[in-house]
């Protein structure tokens, strides 16, 4: 008798043990943010060649901030100074981070891996380059998930002369969030079940 007891009560701690295991999957689902809205930024960049029609790399950046109004996850890191690092195109070379920076309010490093590339209009007046790469928020607390983004770098020259350094714009953007299809509420949903079974059979 006191065998069948100690099997049964091994039991319920299994039980207790999975259901306990389904509610955390279920918050960490939840907890879980995709990173969303806009940020833009301004600055130098120096390019590999005084032309802006044969320029295939930005070398170094000077001067570069948030600016704009930025959107979403973004929300108040306007002014922040960005540190940026060289790239090239039209070749996909992964950079990581392509740009960062830590907003002294929320504590937060805001970054962006660079994984794809390419110009989608060049000439000495005019250079726009188009792709696409991975958003980070990371920091104590921070609640947000990698998340993958598309990005715009422009450079506008109308004298079509050569320089040295270029100033130039960017955008980064990320829309809402695909909606989990119910997913997470189902995780919960399930592990409260699961207790409240192993509640009753306890009392019987």
Known sequence: MRTETLKQQNMKNKLFTIAGVAVAMAVTS???TQITGSVDMSGTAILNNTLLGSATAANSFTGVSVGGIPTGSYVGTAGNSVTWNAFSWPSAVS???LWSFT???TGYTYSFTLSSVHAAG???TFLNLLGTGTLSITGVGSPYE???GSWSFTISNPTGTSHQNFAFT???SQTAAVPDGGTTVMLLGAGLSCLGLIRRK???
């Open 30 to 32: 939840v907890q879980a």
């Open 95 to 97: 950079v990581s981070p």
């Open 103 to 105: 907003d002294a309010g």
């Open 122 to 124: 060049q000439d000495n």
């Open 146 to 148: 990698d998340t993958t």
């Open 170 to 172: 960017f955008a980064n």
């Open 202 to 204: 306890l009392v019987a």
